[in-house]
Every structure is written in structure tokens, then in C-alpha cells.
């Protein structure tokens, strides 16, 4: 993975590969998908954060868009939401649905989105703006219109934490070249989360809650000395590992944070 710092736009450059539905299918694709999916929704802070604005019921309608194997469908359903799930990764989304028949998931792009206006009133991107070399706005203004007035969204993706911002000073990044047209390896933009909340507030939201998440990861990214004993640390199923990275995740979250998650509602009309 090669990263980039693009200063006309300030934010840096993922170049891997390119993020086609067949790499998230290849990505995605396990022996036991059912399990899989069983062991994922047991990861309650999605759907406790939900519950903390929007209280769940047989009408209460949320999405997950880019959901992947479905697992935050799943983890709402069985909290009582009428819950769905749409991705554009399409084997995933046919295993899924063998695995758990009743999940409501189907194969959409999260920049038209199959549903009416004013749909959902809980609606979740996770780690999906990033991915798309032309810009989010298309995404955002999607989001918006399924959203009902006085709905959430709920949204992450990789940002501009302290310690990226410090190796920016020090130069510690390549420049990144200014192509015209997608580069066959770019895989993600790492974002200032203040401009991402400022184009959320033009249309129309207002922010409720943010919070940096995934101190490890943002560690083991950034700090190339680190990795090894991070990634045994992350791969690791020993309670003692999973303690002590739970604590390290938490306490550098608001220096080395990999991820940022924002609550936006949307204001009445």
C-alpha cells in the first residue's frame, strides 16, 4: 500500500488496487458464510449507537449502504428495525442472502439508491465515501433523499487524524501526481472530516455526535515499526490480546485514529 499526500486537495492517496466489486467479492468470500455472518453481528456498537438516536421498532427503517456480508443488517433486524442492506458487490450479496433468507439485502449503487424519498430513518456508510476517485457528493445527496426529515445518518471513513497531519509537516509522504482520470490502483482517499461535515451541512444536516475510532489500526498504519507487533496483536484470539488491544485502540484513538465517525440528522424541510 502506497501513500500519497495530494495538497491541492489536502487529503492523501491509498494506490493498492482499485476497489471493484469483484476485489470486495475476493475480499468477502469465506468457507462458512453463515457463521461469518453470525460472528460479525455479534459487534453490538453499531447498533447501539443507532438505538441512542433512533429507537427501534417493527416501522423503523434503516439501511446499511455498502453492506457488505450484512452483518450490521442482521445486528438491527434482530434489534427490532425493519432493516436492509444493498451493495454492488453481487456474489456476496447472493451468499448472504442463502445464509440468512430473511435479511432484506439486494445489489444497488449506493449513488442510486432503489428506495422512495424520505425512506429510512436510520441510514449507515461504512467506509464507503472514501472509495470513489470523482468525489462523494452523488453519495451524500443520495443519502439525503432516502433520509426522512429529522433522520440519521451515520457515517465512517478513514481521516486526517493528528499523527497524518504531523507526517504531513514533516513531509514524511510522496506527492501525489494530479491525473486526469482514475488511476487503475488508487483504492481510497484519506479525508479531512471537516470538509466531509461542511458538504453534509450544506444539504441540510446538522452534526449530532463525531468520535475518532480505531486507534490500533491508525498506529499500525502509520507507524511503519509498529505494524508487526500491532498486526500478531489484531490477529491475535487470546482474551489477554483482545484486553490489551481494546485498550490501545481506545486510548490512541484521539491522536492516531484510523477512522471518523460522524451522527448528522437531517433538519426538517
Not at 78 to 102: C, L, N, S, V
Request: proline share 6%; glycine share 6%.
Amino acid at each position: 500500500m502506497t501513500t500519497q499526500y495530494d495538497a491541492r486537495s489536502g487529503r492523501l492517496v491509498m494506490r493498492q488496487q482499485a476497489p471493484t466489486a469483484l476485489f470486495w467479492d475476493s475480499l468477502w468470500q469465506v468457507d462458512d458464510m453463515r457463521q461469518q455472518i453470525e460472528e460479525e453481528s455479534r459487534n453490538t456498537f453499531y447498533v447501539g449507537l443507532t438505538k441512542r438516536f433512533v429507537p427501534p421498532g417493527p416501522h423503523v427503517r434503516m439501511l446499511d449502504a455498502g453492506c457488505g456480508r450484512g452483518a450490521v443488517v442482521l445486528s438491527h433486524q434482530r434489534e427490532g428495525y425493519d432493516a436492509y442492506g444493498i451493495d454492488f458487490a453481487q456474489q456476496t450479496i447472493t451468499q448472504a442472502e442463502q445464509a440468512f433468507p430473511a435479511l432484506q439485502l439486494s445489489v444497488a449503487d449506493v449513488r442510486k439508491l432503489p428506495f422512495p424519498d424520505n425512506y429510512f430513518s436510520a441510514y449507515w456508510s461504512l467506509g464507503v465515501i472514501e472509495h470513489f476517485f470523482n468525489g462523494y457528493q452523488e453519495i451524500l445527496t443520495e443519502a439525503r433523499r432516502v433520509i426522512a426529515p429529522g433522520g440519521y445518518l451515520f457515517m465512517t471513513f478513514p481521516y486526517l487524524n493528528p499523527l497524518r497531519k504531523l507526517k504531513i509537516k514533516l513531509r514524511a509522504y510522496t506527492k501525489a501526481s494530479q491525473p486526469q482520470k482514475e488511476p487503475s490502483d488508487f483504492y481510497q482517499f484519506i479525508l479531512n472530516y471537516l470538509h466531509v461535515r461542511h458538504d453534509l451541512e450544506k444539504l441540510g444536516f446538522q452534526l449530532r455526535h463525531q468520535q475518532a475510532v480505531d486507534g490500533l489500526k491508525g498506529i499500525s498504519t502509520e507507524v511503519p515499526l509498529a505494524r508487526p507487533a500491532l498486526q500478531k496483536l489484531l490477529r491475535s484470539r487470546g482474551k489477554l490480546a483482545r484486553v490489551t488491544g481494546a485498550a490501545i485502540t481506545e486510548l490512541a484513538a484521539p491522536l492516531a485514529g484510523h477512522i471518523m465517525l460522524l451522527v448528522m440528522q437531517r433538519r426538517p424541510d
